[in-house]
Every structure is written in C-alpha cells, then in structure tokens.
C-alpha cells in the first residue's frame, strides 16, 4: 500500500490514521506544484484530480479524498471509529462536517483574493472551531478514544496555527494532546514536519 502525501498538506490526516491503525504503507512524497512525484512520475497519471491524499492498494485500486480514505482506515481498524457507531454515520457525519466546513473555508484564506475574503474565512473557521468544541464528547471528538476524525481535526488545527487563527481553549489542549502521540510524531518526522 502506498500514502501519495506533500508535507503539511491534508494528506498528514490520513499519514496519522494510517499509523494510529499500525497500519503498513509507503510513502510518496508529491510535489504539487510542480505536479511529481519525488520519482519523477506525473502526479496526475496517479490522480487525475491533482492533488493529494491518494491511497494505492496493493491490488493498485485507488482511494483518494480524505472521507473516504479515513473512513477506509476506521473500517480496517474498528477502534479509530467511535465505539457506539454502529452504521458509521457518526464517523461519516464528522468527516463531512470537517471536510466541508472547515477544510474548505481554509482555501479562502490560502488563496483570498483580497483582505476581506481572508478575514471571512478565517471568521468562518473560527466560528467551526468553536461549535466543535461544544460537540467534543470528551479528550477527543467522540469520547476519550482517538479516531480517524481526530486526524483530520488535528491536521485543520495545524493551518490554523501556521495561520495565527484563534483556536478555542479545549481544542488547543486537544491539539497538544493528539501532537504527542507517536503516531503523530511519526508522520511529523516522516514529513519533515516541525
């Protein structure tokens, strides 16, 4: 199995889930700017969509977007997905909401095309920041039990930091708390990350 991943980039979520799960798998570093591989091959060749995460099987099927990369992880790896979610919508909920309301408002702050969008988005994030940590359930999104939610949660609260975005008391000792784990120092280092 192989992680094509650029350092820093969402793909760190699922770098982090695929060793919370103990999980074995290469990496490829992509240069995305540039569109290659650090083996020269063309990253659009291995993801037509032009961006990472992608998750190559052994078999050489391939998963890209991070739902459903991390939902993929937490099916091979029951304890990364909450304990009391039979059907996965919970999870998948989760994912959604991350996805869709926090990662995406982040490209309005990369790529503002003036202050105001900038300062929109970063309310936004901000504003998603705080109802999750009214939904937190307990160390970690779902109770006290780290999930491939958490991954995600983790790598959006990393931009924010890089980006001086206020974060809320509870997911900043969050995010201390899920930075320690090995899991993720390991995927720091592996990205040269730091």
């Known amino acids: ?19 919370e ?3 074995k798998f290469d990496r490829v570093r992509v240069d995305l700017k540039n569109k290659v591989t650090e083996t020269g091959q063309k990253f659009d060749e291995i993801n037509p969509k032009s961006y990472v995460p ?9 998963l890209t977007e991070n739902i459903a990369i991390l939902a993929w992880i937490a ?15 919970q999870l998948l909920e989760m994912l959604a909401f991350i996805s869709t ?9 990369f790529k503002a095309s003036s ?24 160390e970690y999104l ?34 201390e708390r899920v930075r320690a784990r090995p899991a993720v120092k390991l995927a720091f280092e592996h990205e040269g990350l730091e």
């Open 1 to 19: 199995m192989k992680l094509y991943f650029s350092p820093g980039a969402c793909s760190l979520a699922d770098h982090i889930a695929l060793h």
């Open 21 to 23: 799960a103990d999980m």
């Open 54 to 62: 992608v998750l190559e099987m052994d078999d050489g099927r391939r």
């Open 75 to 89: 099916k091979q790896q029951p304890a990364l997905a909450p304990a009391d979610d039979k059907d996965g919508t």
């Open 101 to 109: 309301e926090i990662h995406k408002q982040f490209a309005r702050v």
């Open 115 to 138: 202050d105001a969008e900038g300062a929109s988005g970063r309310e936004k994030i901000g504003a998603r920041f705080a109802l999750i940590e009214k939904m937190m359930k307990g």
């Open 142 to 175: 779902f109770g006290n039990s780290m999930s491939v939610a958490d991954a995600y949660l983790f790598t959006m609260l990393t931009w924010a930091r890089t980006l001086g975005i206020d974060i809320p008391a509870k997911l900043q000792a969050f995010y």
